[in-house]
């Protein structure tokens, strides 16, 4: 499995730093979406769902949170603890957002408008639609 990161460019000086993000230049896709998780509780695991079409950059904007990537044949966990960089997370592609720093805030950029009949939310559904995707492709 391939994890794409992305560091983007901070700009600095005396002041502090910046970070501006273009959709389809530091972004890969139009963003139709934007939204951020904040104050989850210690322990607390989110995510646990795959999209059929909708594309995903995550950026731990504040503090620390950890990734698992699941694409039905392996498992990755990938750590966000830098505000300057972004995971890319693709369609067909199992999440769960975890081990979340009391002070983390994790911003997600959508390619899509939300739209429920986009989620897979039961795991052996997501195997099966993977599965057959699969065999299709063959």
């Not at 592609?93 to 390619?111: G, I, K, N, Q």
Request: aromatic share 14%; glycine share 6%.
């Amino acid at each position: 499995m391939q994890v794409v990161k992305y560091v983007f460019q901070p700009h600095g000086d005396e002041r502090g730093q910046l970070v501006a993000l273009e959709e389809y230049k530091d972004i890969p896709f139009e963003i139709k979406r934007v939204y951020f998780m904040y104050d989850t509780l210690e322990g607390v695991r989110r995510g646990f769902h795959a999209h059929k079409s909708l594309e995903q950059i995550l950026i731990c904007i504040h503090g620390s949170c950890k990734i698992l990537l699941d694409n039905g044949r392996e498992k990755k966990v990938v750590p966000l603890e830098k505000p300057y960089e972004g995971l890319y997370v693709s369609n067909d592609m199992w999440r769960e957002m975890f081990d979340f720093s009391p002070d983390a805030v994790l911003l997600v950029l959508a390619s899509e408008l939300y739209d429920e009949r986009d989620y897979i939310r039961d795991y052996d559904e997501f195997l099966a639609f993977i599965k057959g995707k699969t065999e299709v492709a063959e």
